[in-house]
């Protein structure tokens, strides 16, 4: 690349901030750190011990407050506990700093319309890091489906499950900021299920809801939700589980011509369909594809990990 074009680069370079520094905030500092287009400015958080971790981790800087973000950032990501989004949301939009705030988006409609009102007085971007949607398999799917590949779309299905982070025991989960929102776990969950559907059923026509509680989660208003969806072009289902094991996470779209699943957790696709005249061939020869596309693509997967390189975009 020559001296002009690597300027050129330089100067449309994002300046990006994450604030919060807990699991999601490293994930977002691991991500802008390997874009290529960003300057990751620095991070922040009420724990500075934390924050110092993070910012060592990924060769940045820290920020001692939000006023210190006024001037030195053109994005931040927001990711702090829900209860925060709202006044930290609005305190960097009012500065002229575009916002990527995690899901939940708030605690409430009233705080997510203050948010919105707050954007749109400001000109400056909201958006809700509704990130299943434009991993690689999802976009793969979604481009299958506007090719007429999976021909008319039938249904759709969302599977959500549950998996203790890393080192936790079940005993320590209700002190965790999570389990103490309104509707517990589930309200951290439900946007993902709800943002899969809507963005293939249209929009909710009518919606049913059923809850139970089994006891895993003792503070959880409920642990099983499964919820039905007329959209206006479909219709759709999802189901959060947080007692089924072992932990799943894939969105399936039904077409007339070819199923597409999409594993979430291992970032595969798997798309089926009638190849072959006798039912019998393609239940066989239909396994056996969906087992090489599993290994090969888990396969790579692991193979990244191992290496350290980041998913393609």
Request: glycine residues 8%.
């Amino acid at each position: 690349m020559s001296a002009g074009r690597r300027v050129s680069a330089e100067l449309r370079k994002v300046r990006v901030a994450v604030v919060g520094t807990g699991e999601f905030g490293r994930n977002h500092a691991r991500v802008y750190r390997e874009l290529e287009n960003v300057e990751f400015a620095g991070v922040l958080d009420e724990d500075a011990s934390r924050a110092g971790e993070i910012a060592k981790e990924f060769q940045t800087r820290t920020f001692q407050g939000i006023e210190e973000l006024r001037g030195a950032i053109d994005a931040a990501s927001v990711a702090v506990p829900t209860v925060a989004h709202r006044e930290i949301g609005c305190a960097l939009l009012e500065m002229g700093i575009d916002v990527l705030v995690e899901k939940p988006m708030a605690l409430t409609l009233e705080e997510a319309d203050r948010m919105i009102g707050v954007a749109r007085e400001t000109g400056r971007s909201l958006c809700v890091d509704h990130n299943r949607l434009f991993s690689p398999p999802a976009l793969e799917a979604r481009r299958l489906l506007e090719a007429g590949e999976l021909g008319e779309l039938v249904s759709v299905d969302f599977f959500q499950g549950f998996g203790l982070p890393t080192r936790m025991r079940l005993s320590q989960f209700d002190n965790q900021w999570l389990s103490k929102l309104p509707g517990g776990l589930v309200q951290d969950l439900v946007p993902h299920c709800l943002y899969c559907l809507l963005e293939f059923v249209g929009h909710p026509v009518r919606l049913h809801v059923l809850t139970k509680r089994t006891g895993v989660l003792p503070a959880a208003p409920a642990e099983e939700v499964r919820l039905m969806m007329e959209g206006e072009r479909v219709l759709g289902t999802a189901s959060i589980s947080l007692s089924a094991q072992p932990f799943m996470n894939h969105l399936t779209l039904y077409g007339s011509k070819a199923t597409a699943r999409i594993n979430i957790d291992n970032f595969t696709l798997i798309v089926r369909k009638n190849r072959y005249s006798h039912p019998l061939f393609n239940r066989v020869f239909g396994n056996m594809e969906e087992g090489w596309k599993i290994f090969s693509s888990s396969a790579r997967s692991t193979f990244r990990f191992a290496t350290g390189k980041p998913r393609s975009r």
